[in-house]
């Protein structure tokens, strides 16, 4: 009968086997339970895979309900099959504790039994004494730097589980009020309208905006209406834009340009002055 120790972890429970030789193996089904994975499924898989293949055992170890004969993978595998599972293909809840099972998993098995290598129920070799053990410590070393592998590509996992949520708050941002999603060529399209409109009021020679041109019709409006109270018989907003025409060398008030803005303000409000108003 295999020794085993029943390890706490995360609020589950990880079962650590040894053989004779001192290798160590955990509990597969119970980690794939613990985990929220089809073992059937997940036995395949290390099944198929070159390396994991090797050290998928079925051991025997002691329950309560007697002997069983139960499938366990070598301790130093554990962190290679655990860098193919991605946190975004399980259960939401259980994210967070497969990286903490990526991360730390197999040191806490492998501490389990620590430096004591079971030869017999009651022999213990020593590191010093045993070859084997300093072959494990090999196995301990290789299973650590996939480890470091595990942890990086979780890092990684992470890095890009951000940036599609960074994509997708950009996406709701970027949203048209008809409830379409506005592309990025439109977007940067209405930018350059704007941009264009900014250069527009700020180039001399460039004509008057509508907002300009309305305050201009305004002044007039009120400048006629002035003239027409003193004498009714003439048409007086023809004449204020005649005098406009003439005096700014335009043929329509609303191609008076940018640097005559002011100067027409300036005319219609002498005129209006002028007139007694």
Same mark, same amino acid.
């Given at each position: ?76 595998? +554990? ?76 890092? +990684? ?10 994509? !997708? ?40 905006? !509508? ?19 003193? !004498? ?32 027409? +303000? ?12």
């Amino acid at each position: 009968m295999l020794p085993h120790r029943v390890i706490p972890f995360h609020g589950d429970q990880l079962i650590a086997v040894q053989q004779p030789n001192g290798t160590v193996f955990v509990h597969f089904a119970r980690v794939c339970e613990n985990l929220g994975l089809s073992r059937p499924t997940q036995v395949r898989k290390v099944s198929a895979h070159a390396v994991l293949s090797k050290g998928l055992l079925t051991l025997p170890i002691e329950t309560e309900g007697g002997t069983q004969q139960v499938q366990c993978l070598r301790v130093d595998l +554990l962190p290679l099959w655990m860098a193919g599972l991605h946190a975004s293909r399980v259960k939401e809840h259980l994210r967070e504790k497969l990286e903490c099972y990526q991360a730390e998993a197999a040191q806490v098995l492998w501490n389990a039994f620590g430096d004591r290598i079971v030869v017999e129920e009651t022999g213990i070799v020593s590191i010093e004494d045993d070859p084997s053990i300093q072959q494990l410590q090999r196995i301990a070393e290789m299973g650590r730097a996939i480890m470091h592998m595990a942890e990086q590509q979780i890092e +990684l996992q992470r890095q890009q589980t951000a940036l599609t949520t960074r994509m !997708d708050s950009a996406a709701r941002v970027i949203r048209g009020y008809d409830g379409r999603i506005v592309t990025v060529e439109e977007h940067l399209a209405t930018v350059d309208v704007r941009v264009g409109l900014l250069e527009a009021r700020l180039r001399p020679a460039a004509t008057i905006d !509508d907002e300009q041109a309305a305050e201009i019709s305004s002044r007039v409006k009120v400048l006629a209406q002035a003239l027409t109270a003193q !004498d009714s018989s003439k048409n007086h907003y023809q004449g204020i834009f005649a005098e406009l025409y003439r005096r700014f060398g335009v043929s329509s008030y609303k191609l008076i340009r940018q640097n005559q803005y002011i100067g027409v +303000l300036a005319f219609l409000e002498e005129w209006r002055h002028s007139s007694g108003d």
